[in-house]
């Protein structure tokens, strides 16, 4: 005998069965069946992140009326019962605890009233989920009165987070342009990470990017190219266990100065996680010195204007701070500089002491092209053939660019004449007679070699 309980039956259905024949007396049975009402559980889809509490806009109803004794039983296992749990009957709002016991969070629907019915009834039931939880959450029961334990998995997944820092930042922040670095990366998760990967995007290397587990090791693990980003495939982590990552990164060239290294983290069911490792990476500058030849113009003064030209490149955009030092070794006067061979635009460099002068500008070096860069300098007056004059260049996050400069600067030598009777001797002479001609030279300094009297004949 096959029975199907109409849908408002509930409980211990009553049922008689009379079993009757020819010539017998009837025989009544009654089977002892019990019909349990099916429950509609509804919420709309929902993320949230791990140790974050998620409100579940939950929608119950029943193929039948249930007789009451509703409630909603979550797992002690799948629950941060550290943080408070509550639901609330909607449209009401008012928030009711939920209890725990030994095994289960106990949220006691009918004590508020909710009867299952097959009209549905809205309740929001706010929870944490357990701290560990990545991806979707686990089953809750749902009971009532003649109700079999229904499991009901909420559409919750929960996204887990990282927990990301450097060790020995000292070591790597000042560094070389184009030279290898070697980044010590701690790693914690709040949950199972069987997936996880590191990314950093190409435009900030040069050239390959490789990981390594541990200090000790020796092969190398390449990060190939994933779609837009170079992904290094890491080892399983776990939330119970810190996990040590060794990058080896050559930071692209055009980066100088101080700025962030962004590496990303993600794994299925994480959010992704962004370290930004900050570097100050030192570039280095390419000064290039057009050699001249200086000949005073008028010995009288105390040196003669001089136009040092320098072609500088950079290996990378300088972010500002640029300076020269002009050593005033073999110098006299001021220094001047500018970006034209015209000296009556120049600028005076201010900074001096007895040793030196800084000269400070706001031009910006780059490595595309040279920037040609004027000093206007006055050799000291006594000074005749090669000399030098070092001339340093700077700017923040550069290395100190080192130039002696040779200049060959040429006397010119003063006659001084006196008068005819005490400079010839005799003061009359016949044709053919030796005569002695005496004159007082001066010269603007001493002379490096054999000197000379020209006498047209």
């Keep these: ?26 025989f009544v049975a009654y089977p002892n069946i019990t019909a349990l009402p099916t429950v509609v559980a509804a919420a709309p889809a929902q993320t949230v992140g791990a140790q974050h509490p998620v409100t579940i806009s939950l929608t119950l109803s029943a193929t039948a009326n249930s007789s009451g004794g509703v409630a909603i039983l979550i797992p002690l296992s799948n629950v941060d019962y550290s943080s408070t749990t509550f639901f609330s009957l909607r449209p009401s709002g008012n928030l009711t605890l939920c209890l725990v016991t030994p ?17 549905p ?19 809750i029961r749902i009971e009532a009165n003649w109700l079999a334990g229904t499991l009901w998995t909420p559409p919750v997944t929960v996204l887990g987070n990282w927990s990301l820092s450097w060790v020995d930042l000292s070591s790597y922040t000042d560094h070389v342009q184009g030279t290898v670095l070697w980044l010590h990366l ?23 990017l490789f990981w390594y587990t541990s200090v000790d090791e020796t092969a190398d693990l390449l990060c190939p190219l994933v779609g837009t980003m170079k992904q290094c495939g890491l080892l399983p982590m776990n939330q119970r266990n810190t996990t040590d990552v060794y990058l080896r990164v050559v930071v692209n060239t055009t980066y100088v100065g101080n700025f962030f290294l962004p590496v990303f983290f993600n794994a299925n069911y994480f959010q992704t996680g962004t370290l930004l490792v900050p570097l100050n990476q030192i570039g280095d500058l390419f000064p290039t010195f057009n050699p001249v030849v200086v000949i005073p113009q008028d010995p009288s003064l105390s040196g003669t204007l001089v136009t040092l030209v320098f072609s500088v490149r950079s ?21 001047q500089w500018g970006f034209t061979s015209n000296s009556s635009l120049a600028t005076v460099c201010s900074t001096c002491s007895a040793t030196v002068c800084i000269c400070t500008f706001t031009k910006h070096y780059t490595p595309y092209a040279n920037t040609a860069v004027y000093l206007f300098v006055q050799p000291l007056s006594t000074l005749v053939g ?13 290395n100190l660019a080192v130039t002696s400069t040779t200049l060959v600067v040429y006397g010119r030598t003063g006659v001084l004449v006196m008068t005819p009777l005490g400079e010839a001797f005799p003061p009359f002479a016949r044709v053919g007679q030796m005569v002695s001609l005496t004159y007082s030279v001066t010269a603007t300094g001493s002379s490096v ?3 000379g009297v020209r006498v047209p004949l």
Excluded at 4 to 20: E, H, K
Excluded at 121 to 139: E, I, K
Excluded at 186 to 208: E, F, R
């Design 1 to 26: 005998v096959w029975v199907t309980p109409a849908d408002s039956m509930v409980g211990p259905l009553g049922l008689n069965l009379t079993f009757r024949a020819q010539f017998f007396q009837d």
């Design 103 to 119: 095994a289960y969070l106990v949220c006691d629907l009918a004590s508020s009233g909710f009867v299952l019915s097959t009209i």
């Design 121 to 139: 009834r809205s309740v929001n039931l706010t929870y944490t989920p357990a701290t560990f939880t990545t991806g979707p959450v686990d089953p």
């Design 186 to 208: 701690q790693i914690n998760v709040t949950g199972p990470a069987w997936d996880a990967t590191a990314q950093i995007s190409p435009s900030m290397l040069l050239g390959d």
């Design 315 to 335: 290996s990378g955009v300088t972010p500002g701070g640029e300076q020269i030092f002009v050593s005033l070794a073999n110098l006299t006067g001021t220094v």
């Design 386 to 398: 090669e000399t030098t004059v070092e001339v340093n260049f700077t700017a923040t996050s550069f």
């Design 449 to 451: 070699g054999p000197g």
